[in-house]
């Protein structure tokens, strides 16, 4: 194809670099600028064809200057490799195509990849908007260098391993996920690693929003529960007007979760999302299936979710992973849970599960699941202190509502429930609240 010296030790400049309208049937890589390469302004790589490619399509794994721009755009990659791959921040990867076989799915490449440049380590911004990336055998859009700005926007992914993924290595200062759509991801029948549709990790500040994820982690061969949108490590979240659905087997459910916010986070807003196990008449079995959980530094013992190990004390907490490792002083954390539409079908588990060392607001969300098996509350809360106001619950006995927390911290008024009592603190609540709340309806 297109490629700088074989020799990658020897170091390239470019500026006004167009490379634009090729039609390239490659063995192994089709546009590929690797090793001691930097990219000064104007460099563009537009409207390429890169076909049969088994290694990559396209390779740009060069340093990006200060306050520069390399496009990549309008670009078609079809083959068993992988697709497109940057080098870290500067690049604005917009309207490209990339294509993997459908079947068998015994190779595992990326579909469009930010790894960390092969030169010079520079963070900047980038940007993954308007692309489409369906049959890949990895993940669909995955990031793993460290830049101070992300904006994955606007993006399609269907038939992949895992769908959108910013791992730890990322480290971005601020992560906008948004208006994305990811479908049948973890959905093959050769599909057994844990199946995700959207994950970011270790973001100072992560921002989910107006995404639609349907269809994850349905294959009979699946190793651990499915995560619809999965965020961990980041302070500061967002996570709003999103669209979950079909998260996990049908037949049975093993641990799956719609929405999961963990580890090591401070200020938590969820709102506005609607979360589904599974759509109308399907048959499902009765299976462990959180629509939303968040916990805010409350676990009791150390967890392993998704290779992140995290324990929780006194004065401290810490993350660790494979590729990245966070810490954070003890402190109250509050989490915000407004205005969510959560169904959760045959699951003995909460629908919406919260949990924080600090104040948990719980305002106008619907949790429901099914009214006649026995289980846990279908929403439950644990926190130092909580107001809980207008929610609507159903399914759990003896409650359909579950507070653990000190009833002097404790706000608890206008909710309905289909049971005849909400618990606070393993009591009936009481007090003034108890008249405050509508009971046995449904």
């Not at 606007?154 to 992560?175: D, F, L, Y």
């Not at 100072?204 to 965020?231: F, H, K, M, T, Y």
């Not at 060392?357 to 509350?377: S, W």
Request: negative net charge; glycine residues 16%; proline residues 4%.
């Amino acid at each position: 194809g297109i490629a700088n010296a074989a020799d990658e030790k020897q170091a390239l400049l470019t500026a006004d670099l167009d490379v634009r309208g090729n039609i390239l049937g490659c063995r192994y890589r089709g546009i590929a600028l690797a090793g001691q390469v930097v990219h000064l302004a104007g460099n563009r790589v537009v409207d390429n064809e890169v076909y049969l490619a088994a290694e990559v399509g396209l390779r740009l794994l060069g340093t990006v200057a200060p306050g520069q721009v390399v496009t990549v755009a309008g670009t078609t990659v079809a083959g068993a490799g992988a697709g497109i791959e940057v080098g870290g921040g500067g690049y604005d990867v917009t309207g490209n195509t990339v294509t993997g076989p459908k079947e068998p799915v015994d190779f595992r490449p990326d579909g469009l990849a930010v790894l960390p440049p092969t030169g010079v380590k520079v963070r900047g911004h980038t940007r993954v908007t308007a692309n489409r990336v369906r049959d890949i055998g990895g993940a669909g859009i995955t990031v793993g260098a460290p830049l101070t700005g992300l904006d994955i926007a606007r993006n399609t992914v269907e038939r992949a391993q895992v769908g959108i993924v910013v791992t730890g290595r990322a480290r971005s200062a601020a992560a906008q996920i948004s208006g994305n759509t990811v479908s049948d991801v973890g959905a093959r029948e050769g599909d057994q690693q844990r199946a995700v549709g959207i994950q970011v990790v270790g973001a100072a500040r992560a921002e989910v929003e107006s995404n639609v994820v349907r269809g994850v982690g349905q294959s009979p061969g699946l190793e651990g529960g499915a995560l619809g949108i999965w965020v961990h490590s980041c302070p500061e979240v967002r996570v709003a007007g999103n669209s979950v659905d079909e998260v996990g087997s049908p037949e049975v459910a093993k641990g799956d979760r719609g929405i999961a916010v963990e580890g090591l986070v401070d200020r938590v807003l969820v709102g506005s999302n609607h979360i589904r196990r599974m759509a109308d008449g399907v048959n499902e079995g009765v299976g462990e299936w959180i629509g939303l959980l968040v916990d805010a530094g409350a676990t009791k013992q150390a967890s392993n979710v998704g290779g992140y190990v995290t324990a929780v004390g006194v004065t401290a907490a810490v993350t660790v992973g494979t590729q990245a490792a966070y810490a954070a002083a003890g402190r109250g954390r509050t989490v915000t849970v407004e205005g969510n539409i959560v169904e959760g079908g045959l699951s003995p588990e909460p629908v919406v599960d919260l949990a924080a060392t600090g104040t948990v607001i719980v305002n106008d969300n619907h949790a429901l699941k099914n009214t006649d098996l026995d289980g846990r509350a279908a929403l439950q809360v644990e926190a130092r202190s909580v107001t809980v106001n207008g929610n609507r619950a159903a399914g759990g006995r003896p409650a359909a509502i579950a507070l653990e927390v000190d009833p002097e911290r404790a706000a608890v008024l206008g909710n309905l429930v289909n049971t005849e009592m909400i618990e606070l603190a393993g009591q009936p609540l009481g007090g003034p609240w108890v008249r405050l709340n509508v009971y046995n309806v449904f």
